[in-house]
């Protein structure tokens, strides 16, 4: 599983500009990809030029088609590309420090929370044709082939975050703005709660909640009791349960679906906790 961010900060082929905490990048994707799974250590908003993909999450699936932007949060997710079309975009790469700030500096945007409302893991954005001109000399200045200063990239980025924010229909997203600053281990449950069931290394899961790996074990036990590695294999052994006794899904099925490498490994764990294996659990309940 690729992390996004890096692999289109660091590949030498991508048309892009590269600030302290954004990043724009003109991506064509290749007709030979229909559907792999990513993940993006930032924030993104993706604007579709041409062609048609699908951005999917456990909740809902998106369609994109030319003009549609969505605003996705750092996390796992499942794409598909429809291959009898090209497909191009405009993606723009955001991390929390660059929102808290845009947030702090802009008091007019700052608003109260409900720190219990769950957010969506990705938005839909609207837009309109002031934001479409903006997205355009954007595109502009990626092709003209100069080095364009950091500070006039961050004036670009700000003033597509203000286009977004003042149109109304976009509130929720504000309000996920907002909700960035809130306590430390609301941000890291949250993170973990939505991504617990991918198969990503313990440093992964720091890079998605903002903080260095030995910060992000010390801030983990400190909220939680417990180490990063002990709370996912219970996290995942739990869900397990629930599709095991609520799906038709195999055993082998079960394990990749909560996040573990293999099904060997996944019976393993499953019959260190429980005490019996996962397809006898399964018959004990349904005999019960």
Not at 76 to 97: A, G, P, R, W
Not at 111 to 118: D, I, M, Q, Y
Not at 246 to 262: P, R
Request: glycine share 4%; charged share 25%; hydrophobic share 35%.
């Amino acid at each position: 599983m690729i992390n996004a961010y890096e692999y289109f900060k660091n590949h030498p082929k991508f048309n892009k500009l590269v600030g302290n905490d954004f990043l724009f990048v003109e991506y064509k994707c290749p007709l030979n990809i229909e559907e792999y799974q990513l993940w993006i250590e930032n924030h993104l908003i993706t604007y579709v030029i041409s062609g048609k993909k699908d951005w999917i999450t456990s909740k809902k699936t998106h369609k994109l088609t030319a003009g549609d932007t969505l605003f996705v949060r750092k996390g796992v997710y499942t794409t598909k590309q429809y291959l009898e079309s090209d497909y191009c975009v405009m993606l723009f790469f955001i991390n929390d420090k660059f929102i808290k700030r845009f947030i702090s500096e802009n008091p007019y945007f700052k608003r109260s929370l409900n720190h219990k409302k769950e957010h969506n893991q990705i938005f839909e954005i609207t837009t309109n044709d002031i934001f479409k001109t903006l997205i355009e000399s954007i595109f502009q200045y990626l092709n003209q082939g100069v080095e364009i200063p950091k500070e006039l990239v961050e004036i670009k980025f700000k003033e597509l975050l203000f286009n977004i924010v003042l149109n109304s229909n976009n509130k929720e997203l504000l309000f996920f703005f907002n909700s960035i600053s809130q306590n430390t281990k609301s941000h890291i449950e949250n993170m973990m709660n939505e991504n617990f069931q991918y198969d990503l290394k313990i440093a992964e899961f720091a890079k998605l909640c903002g903080k260095s790996l030995s910060s992000f074990k010390r801030e983990f036990k400190e909220s939680f009791n417990t180490t990063p590695s002990r709370w996912l294999i219970n996290k995942r052994l739990e869900h397990s349960k629930m599709l095991l006794l609520g799906t038709n899904l195999t055993i082998s099925q079960v394990g990749y679906e909560c996040g573990f490498k293999n099904n060997s490994h996944f019976i393993q764990a499953f019959k260190k906790k429980v005490k019996i294996t996962p397809n006898r659990f399964r018959i004990l309940k349904k005999e019960a």
